[in-house]
């Protein structure tokens, strides 16, 4: 078990240009989650996956975010026309329904963006 | 979802035990209470997960009263490295989670 891994773990773009995120899950994971965090707040949930449909979008998602799984592994997130207020840290987690004692979300590292 | 509140921060002197409680009215039949702490520019890890009563892990102890409208994590005998952000989430643990502002835990030595 390798963990949850994010690529890059940090961006640094200017406005109007677009940006990719990818995650990989925890390999027999079948449900992937993206999350934004801010400063002082806690995660806030922007979609998630099982397997590779997407199931739920938040109504906070912005029509400039989009996310694939194509194959139900590796998950990508996209920002285009990146906004400062898109400035954050995106967290991706995973997580299977077979658990044996609890069910959590495993988080990965994050993606710390800077848009100037 | 169940809204939760709890303290914004709390401070301890290393060896102590801590108790973030966190209250949640509205919690639902079939909501779990989960908990996790999050370290600056890391993603958050968790920590315990209760239904009602209280469960016990290597890492800390979670009281759930019979009404379940609030809910206690207990740290036994902090250290320093127990300064994080504790998150308090109420609902079905598999879907998306509605994270608050959390508990901010200062320990000092």
């Known amino acids: 078990d390798t963990g949850v891994s994010q690529d890059p773990r940090h961006k640094i773009t200017k406005r109007g240009q677009n940006v990719t995120f990818r995650c990989d899950p925890i390999?027999?994971?079948?449900?992937l989650y993206w999350y934004r965090q801010t400063l002082g707040q806690g995660p806030e949930f922007l979609t998630y996956?099982?397997?590779?449909?997407?199931?739920?979008k938040s109504r906070l998602l912005s029509d400039r975010f989009s996310a694939e799984r194509p194959k139900g592994s590796f998950s990508t997130l996209e920002i285009q026309r990146t906004e400062q207020g898109d400035s954050a840290m995106y967290l991706c987690?995973?997580?299977?329904?077979?658990?044996?004692?609890?069910?959590?979300?495993?988080f990965g590292p994050g993606t710390r963006l800077t848009v100037t | 979802l169940a809204k939760t509140t709890q303290p914004i921060s709390m401070d301890s002197y290393e060896g102590q035990e801590v108790n973030i409680t966190c209250s949640h009215n509205?919690?639902?039949?079939?909501?779990?209470i989960t908990w996790y702490q999050q370290f600056p520019s890391q993603g958050p890890r968790f920590i315990i997960q209760?239904?009602?009563t209280k469960v016990t892990n290597e890492v800390a102890s979670l009281f759930i009263p019979a009404d379940r409208k609030s809910s206690t994590l207990s740290l036994p005998r902090v250290s320093l490295s127990d300064t994080a952000v504790y998150y308090c989430?109420?609902?079905?643990?598999?879907?998306?989670?509605?994270f608050g502002k959390g508990t901010r835990l200062s320990v000092i030595a």
């Open positions: 987690a995973s997580s299977t329904q077979r658990q044996a004692s609890s069910y959590e979300q495993y």
């Open positions: 390999s027999e994971h079948n449900r």
């Open positions: 996956f099982q397997n590779e449909a997407q199931l739920e």
């Open positions: 509205n919690i639902a039949t079939n909501d779990y």
């Open positions: 209760g239904y009602k």
């Open positions: 989430l109420v609902g079905d643990p598999l879907t998306p989670l509605v």
